[in-house]
């Protein structure tokens, strides 16, 4: 018996100020009273609550974000707590992105009925702007009417023409491209601008006809793109690109290298849906 409780004192003095998990789970605390130390309050996270973790001896609170759980004493984000956390074609269901839920109905103005545009996926109603004298004071696509700037109805892009011309050096004649709804109108871009050779119009002129909803977009399209700016000559002006709109008269022209009238090229043939004819001489151009 005396050396049973000898052991038991040696075992306990090794347990001063622990804590000991037993077997069948039973916690068994060996306070400083009993020997002297702090009590240490755990010595993994298990020891713990669902919403904390052990550090140095201590239970320490997990800060929780604003959208998920707690999991093995640590913060997991959901993947998402709604759908416009998902991806378009997605669905937030049960905290998980998966296909389903409605499809965006526009990714871009072109894709909107007259008088819309595409705002946030969905096609809205266009607002005109007040506070115009000029035509150029509105985006492209709208001129101004009694000082506001207000869609153009679709009839008047009828009378919307537009020209490619290689203005670069050459060995042999690059044929222009004529784009217009009606029979193409020559006569109306004028002699554009001094300093330039504009003579292959005269000597080859390829041409193809749009709808007017395909010229509506393809203006629209081209313009919205960043280089197309008429101060902005590039350093080795290769092509001339013009838009003619018989109604007003105005001539407006914007100098390329061939890569940005590859790239104008491209916009005017993605805007193409039911063209009455095609579109390949646009291949001159890129």
């Known amino acids: 018996m005396k050396k049973e409780i000898i052991l038991l004192a040696a075992f306990g003095a090794l347990l001063i100020g622990c804590t000991l998990r037993l077997p069948d789970g039973t916690v068994v605390e060996f306070p400083p009273d009993l020997g002297g130390g702090a009590a240490q309050e755990c010595f ?9 973790r052990c550090a140095d001896g201590d239970c320490a609170l997990v800060p929780a974000g604003e959208c998920g759980t707690y999991s093995n004493h640590a913060w997991q984000d959901y993947e ?25 109905e526009c990714a871009s103005d072109s894709e909107c009925p007259q008088g819309y545009g595409c705002e946030s996926g969905g096609c809205v109603e266009l607002q005109p702007t007040p506070g115009c004298t000029l035509d150029s004071d509105c985006a492209e696509g709208f001129t101004c009417s009694g ?8 009839e008047q892009w009828g009378g919307v023409e537009m020209k490619f011309t290689y203005i670069g050096p050459q060995e042999k004649i690059v044929p222009s491209v004529g784009i217009s709804v009606g029979e193409f109108d020559l006569a109306g871009f004028g002699g554009g601008t001094e300093g330039f050779d504009y003579s292959n119009d005269l000597y080859e002129m390829e041409t193809f006809r749009v709808t007017e909803e395909e010229m509506r977009d393809s203006v629209l399209s081209v313009f919205s793109l960043e280089f197309m700016d008429s101060e902005n000559a590039p350093e080795d ?44 001489p646009l291949d001159i151009y890129g």
Do not use: K
């Open 44 to 52: 993994s996270s298990d020891d713990c609550a669902y919403n904390e």
């Open 80 to 104: 998402c707590c709604a759908s416009p956390d998902c991806g378009a074609g997605f669905q937030c269901t049960e905290n998980e992105c998966v296909p389903g839920g409605a499809q965006p």
């Open 147 to 154: 000082n506001v700037c207000v869609q153009i109805p679709l």
């Open 237 to 280: 002006p290769a092509v001339s690109f013009m838009v003619y709109d018989a109604g007003s008269g105005n001539v407006e022209e914007i100098i390329l290298d061939s890569g940005q009238a590859g790239i104008v090229a491209e916009a005017i043939r993605d805007s193409l849906t039911t063209s009455i004819g095609d579109a390949g």
